[in-house]
């Protein structure tokens, strides 16, 4: 069973730029999270969704930040416009959720994606 | 604002010895975490602490949520090159789903 993916690994763009991060969480996962570390601070929480609908996004930093879960399936994270401060690595992590009549939270996270504005 | 501390920072061990790592909040937290993450990866979680006072083992690692549970550690039995990596400690908020705030972490290396 594939992991949780996000693309692309790696991106560098210009301040004032967009940039458009995808997380496909593991097939079946309801629920969805956006995390971020900044360099030098713990990693943390951006928001959540649940199949396609945002549960928490008490941690999105500003209206630059835009996610969306079209579907229910993956989610994109777009920064528009980037600024120095966005950069860092952003995490996406996927749980299942209510299954067989158990919750099964456990999330899995992906590599994430490593941003640079510069 | 919930903040988690860990300590040490950094950690550098010959392998075979023991340690341990701890976490500690001023806030009470529903449940406990324990991810560790190697470079270029994402966390993977190691452990679920619930009940406060819970001791938790997984072959040579043990966990224990305090009986407050504001706090916890992890302790490693004689530590292998393979423990070597970014462990985190992250606390669950029961009234927000399954939002977590995440320790800062503690950078272990075990030395061959």
């Known amino acids: 069973e594939a992991g949780v993916t996000q693309f692309p690994s790696h991106s560098v763009i210009e301040k004032g730029q967009t940039v458009t991060l995808r997380c496909d969480p593991i097939s079946g996962h309801d629920n969805l999270y956006w995390y971020r570390r900044v360099m030098g601070k713990e990693i943390k929480f951006l928001l959540h969704?649940?199949?396609?609908?945002?549960?928490?996004e008490s941690g999105m930093p500003n209206n630059r930040f835009l996610a969306e879960r079209t579907g229910g399936t993956y989610s994109t994270l777009k920064v528009q416009p980037a600024e120095l401060e966005d950069s860092g690595v952003y995490f996406c992590?996927?749980?299942?959720?209510?299954?067989?009549?158990?919750?099964?939270?456990?999330?899995?996270f992906g590599p994430g994606t490593r941003l640079t504005v510069l | 604002t919930q903040l988690l501390e860990q300590s040490p920072q950094f950690l550098s061990i010959q392998e075979g010895e023991n340690l341990t790592v701890y976490c500690n909040s001023s806030s009470v937290f529903s449940s406990l975490q324990w991810y560790r993450q190697e470079p270029g990866e994402g966390p993977v979680l190691l452990v679920t602490v619930v009940t406060g006072g819970e001791v938790k083992k997984l072959k040579r690692l043990t966990f224990q949520f305090g009986d407050a549970r504001k706090d916890s550690s992890l302790h490693i039995t004689a530590a292998q090159p393979g423990d070597t990596g970014l462990y985190l400690c992250a606390g669950g908020l029961k009234t927000s789903y399954d939002k977590v705030i995440f320790g800062p972490g503690t950078s272990l290396s075990v030395i061959p």
């Open positions: 969704f649940v199949k396609e609908s945002k549960q928490d």
């Open positions: 992590a996927s749980s299942q959720g209510l299954a067989g009549g158990w919750w099964r939270n456990e999330q899995f």
